[in-house]
């Protein structure tokens, strides 16, 4: 059964960056893309950032582009969100998720429907 676990969430002022972590064991991690969402309390989850089994595309929601970088590390199977600029409308709890193995064909990388194995999740608050 896939794990993953994420870290790095925390209290940060607006402006404020934090980086975020998520590991992966019983995976073959290298061969699966994978995503970010985010869920606020009382609102559905939503999409954040993805990234392509190499590492090579991402993609962001429109809120977040030029403020985050998603990126991954194959050889220690970590997948990372840098946040900077950081607004109280990004306090949320962050998800990780496995996405669709390479060569699966395309799709949008924005729907939680394509996501399979999920963590349980970090917490981001962001005073103003």
């Known amino acids: 059964q896939v794990q993953l676990v994420e870290s790095g969430g925390g209290l940060v002022q607006a402006g404020g960056s934090l980086r975020l972590s998520c590991a992966a064991s019983r995976l073959p991690f290298s061969n699966y893309d994978m995503g970010w969402f985010r869920q606020a309390l009382g609102k559905e989850r939503e999409f954040v950032a993805a990234?392509?089994?190499?590492?090579?595309?991402?993609y962001y929601a429109e809120s977040v582009k030029g403020r985050f970088t998603i990126s991954r590390d194959n050889a220690k199977n970590t997948v990372f969100l840098q946040m900077n600029s950081l607004k109280p409308e990004d306090t949320a709890v962050y998800y990780c998720?496995?996405?669709?193995?390479?060569?699966?064909?395309?799709?949008?990388?924005?729907?939680?429907?394509?996501?399979?194995?999920w963590g349980r999740g970090t917490q981001v608050t962001v005073s103003s």
């Open positions: 998720a496995v996405g669709r193995r390479k060569f699966s064909g395309s799709y949008s990388y924005q729907r939680t429907d394509e996501y399979d194995s």
């Open positions: 990234i392509t089994w190499s590492g090579s595309r991402t």
